[in-house]
């Protein structure tokens, strides 16, 4: 499934923004940080049309360096390069920023990091890291739940709000 859909992606200055809305849902978010990520000019373009999922890609350090894998861009109808939709891309922070990284994923098991959105800014494409952890069974149930009810509650303002105008 492609980015493009309309619950995923949203333009800002004729620019996408996007989420992954499965990887908040499945996972409680503890903190998010920001970082660059190294890509080809075709992969650019990709993003820039929103020819990219992000619900399955994870980030994991090795050697000091973070590396965000399973990060499919789909290859645009004009380029005629070598393409591979699911390579590791290296992704770009501060060396005291990764080691507070590290340092928080060995010390608390369960941590992970995922990508929860994928923006432009000043013309460069960054990508926010979420540092989180699996939700249960049952904390997803009361996500679903809250937002049913939130639903609900909108819906009888809105049209108790209708009645006295």
Known sequence: M???NKNNIKR?????????K????NYALLSEFEAG??????????????????????????????????????????DNSDWDALRQ??????KKEIRKLLHEIN???????????????????KISLGLVTGKKKYDKRQAIKKRETDRTLQATLKKSIKRFQ
Not at 12 to 20: A, D, H, L, R, Y
Not at 22 to 25: I, V
Not at 89 to 94: A, C, E
């Open 2 to 4: 492609l980015a493009n």
């Open 12 to 20: 800002i200055n004729n620019t996408p923004v996007i989420k992954n």
């Open 22 to 25: 499965r990887g908040l849902f």
């Open 37 to 78: 990520i190294v890509l080809k000019g075709g992969e650019v373009k990709a993003i820039r049309n929103s020819h990219i999922t992000v619900h399955e890609s994870y980030a994991k350090i090795e050697n000091g360096e973070i590396w965000l894998s399973n990060l499919h861009i789909t290859k645009p109808s004009t």
């Open 89 to 94: 891309r290296k992704l770009l922070m501060h």
């Open 107 to 125: 010390t608390k098991p369960g941590l992970t990091l995922i990508p929860t959105r994928i923006y432009f800014k000043h013309g460069k494409i």
